[in-house]
């Protein structure tokens, strides 16, 4: 099954976060592939590292978003190994129940990731794991091949009137 | 900071307990109190009760919409034990940062809990602790006073076409 998480809301990682404790619970096994976070700051990296049955996979560190001076190439770069992460999978015939596929959307949205080559990647790995595709602005493509979708809806949030980032809640 | 999932879609659960991940990696101290789920299915629930920092409690295991044998009455007491934990809770000032109030949108979305009580109860609350109230069907008065709401909404669901809740995904 491919699910997607999107949207301009909170809970797309968090949402993936439970799903990925809720399958180690079950004694499932799990791979993390992360863009875009560092691993220094995240709290649920800390929880997460030290779980049975997960491997936990970062490329790409920081976005470009967030740091003008990243070369878009290095980052083009970085995103290429993560592919080349999920191509490793699929050849040694890894099994995972779960691989999730953190900010993936953004790659895609970014064009730092090419949508067809990562479809075909993903409905290769969907035989063996159900895989969850995390980040805002999923492509039409993607969401179309999905079987799950869910849009998290920003409904209200304290960033509109000037709140400031909290420990432990948004990082 | 009073924070509500709600909506339709798949995500409000995960999400929370994705933060919980995120708080208690910062070795914030957490606490859930939780509705209407088996604390025998969920895999989530396996993982959790081994972390340190997390106060995890069960209230009305049941709800009446899947059992329909449950008394409407002795789940009410339930919701009632639920509210009387979180009146503890101020009552011996222990300080959560965070406080996850799983399905209690359920919860008062059907009468079980009082909206004026509850909302005033968590006003108290998030003096000293976040706190997060997930559930499908939040009350208006309670999106009002929230600092931060996401609308978990659903784009496409494999229900809708007749697949089965599947172990790790769905529980």
Do not use: W
Not at 22 to 37: E, S, T
Not at 138 to 161: F, N, R
């Amino acid at each position: 099954m491919i699910i997607v998480n999107t949207g301009n809301g909170k809970g797309k990682t968090t949402a993936a976060i439970g799903q990925v404790v809720r399958a180690l619970g079950h004694n499932l096994k799990v791979c993390i592939i992360q863009l875009f976070k560092s691993s220094e700051f995240y709290g649920e990296q800390n929880i997460l590292r030290n779980l049975e049955g997960l491997d936990f996979f970062y490329f790409a560190k920081e976005h470009p978003y967030f740091n003008h001076n990243l070369s878009l190439n290095v980052v083009l770069e970085q995103c290429l190994e993560a592919l080349d992460k999920i191509r490793e999978i699929l050849k040694d015939n890894k099994k995972y129940d779960l691989i999730v596929l953190e900010e993936f959307n953004v790659a895609l949205r970014d064009k730092f990731i090419d949508v067809n080559i990562f479809l075909k990647l993903i409905e290769e790995l969907s035989c063996n794991s159900n895989i969850i595709v995390t980040g805002r602005g999923a492509p039409t493509q993607l969401i179309e091949v999905a079987d799950l979708v869910t849009e998290m809806k920003e409904v209200k949030h304290p960033y509109s009137v000037g709140a400031k980032v909290q420990k432990g809640i948004e990082y």
